[in-house]
């Protein structure tokens, strides 16, 4: 790739990872429910009023908000409400990757090669590590929610991939129209109309100003802006080259959730990660000797067709 578009692959995992912290910032005041709820209906509705539905069979483009944008994030914002570290969230969301491939294989019956077997099972080692030495110190449920989270986005990835959008950012933004209703109905539900009204009602004062600037920067910058980029980066360049930049967003996630609120991960929980970001890494870059086989000298191969298409890279997005 060009040094400018390394840049704004590099930009692009530098959002996602501070998106956790906006996160932890907009959950200090707003309920976890009505949280997910209020993000996507600020993009659905300028959403449903200004850009064209995405051509493709409407049951993908709701398995593709009921997974990457409820499910994921309704347990991702659980978890970290029930004090799960917000550094650790970004490294433990990478499960989605392992998640995506496990589940192509059982319901898509995509092949699995040995590199993928081979990377999956190093990734699942390191969560495995990273749980018990959470689990050592904390309860597990923290984790098992976000772990949840990841298993929602794989679940909307294979929506997304079997869509085949021909506008892919057209997708990102209207699978946001799927949760807010739901979300709406459920915190109603769990969290009660006093807890929503209590957060309405202080929403204006001076201790709510970090949650809403958590907020717009989760909406503005992590969804728009980070996804916009990332698609227009897929369709230009090969999956395998643009990917594995995702990796990084933990490295972001973490140290920023050091620096900014002295979270600081045990050793094992360090190693564990280490274990998750090599196995993805293995799994989602091609060998070698499989790319330059693919290569005919005479006719380049163009590059891979935009996200979400038929293989994209499990691992993606904040």
């Known amino acids: ?11 692009v995992a530098v959002l996602w990872g501070l998106n956790f912290l906006a996160i932890h910032a907009s959950l200090t005041h707003f309920p976890p429910l009505f949280l997910v709820a209020l993000r996507f209906a600020i993009i659905a509705i300028p959403t449903v009023l200004l850009v064209p539905r995405p051509q493709v069979p409407a049951r993908w483009l709701i398995g593709h908000g009921l997974g990457f944008g409820t499910l994921q994030f ?23 990757a392992p998640f995506t491939v496990v589940l192509g294989a059982v319901l898509l019956r995509e092949r699995l090669g040995a590199r993928a077997i081979v990377g999956v099972a190093v990734a699942t080692a390191g969560l495995a590590v990273v749980g018990l030495s959470y689990g050592a110190a904390a309860p597990a449920g923290p984790f098992l929610l976000v772990l949840l ?5 794989a679940l909307g990835n294979l929506a997304s991939r079997q869509a085949r959008a021909p506008r892919p950012l057209h997708l990102v933004l209207w699978m946001s129209v799927v949760p807010p209703l739901p979300m709406f109905a459920l915190s109603l ?3 009660g109309p006093s807890a929503i009204g209590d957060a309405a009602a202080t929403s204006l004062t001076a201790a709510a100003v970090p949650a809403w600037i958590g907020l717009a920067y989760t909406v503005l910058l992590g969804t728009l802006v980070g996804s ?9 360049h ?13 490295v972001v996630g973490i140290a920023t959730a050091w620096l900014a609120l002295g979270e600081r991960p045990a050793a094992l929980e360090l190693a564990g990660g280490a274990l998750v970001v090599g196995g993805v890494l293995w799994a989602s870059t091609p060998a070698r000797a499989r790319a330059t086989a693919r290569i005919v000298p005479a006719d380049p191969a163009p590059a891979a067709d935009p996200l979400p298409a038929p293989r994209p890279a499990p691992a993606l997005r904040r």
Do not use: D, K
């Not at 090969?238 to 933990?250: D, I």
């Open 1 to 11: 790739m060009p040094l400018r578009h390394t840049a704004l692959a590099v930009l």
């Open 189 to 191: 539900a769990v969290e």
């Open 228 to 236: 916009g980029i990332w698609v227009w980066l897929m369709a230009r």
């Open 149 to 153: 989270g990841a298993l929602g986005w």
């Open 238 to 250: 090969p999956a395998g080259r643009v990917a594995p930049f995702s990796m990084l967003v933990p």
């Open 74 to 96: 309704l347990f991702l914002y659980l978890g970290m409400n029930a004090g799960f570290p917000t550094g650790l969230a970004s490294l433990v969301l990478q499960a989605s």
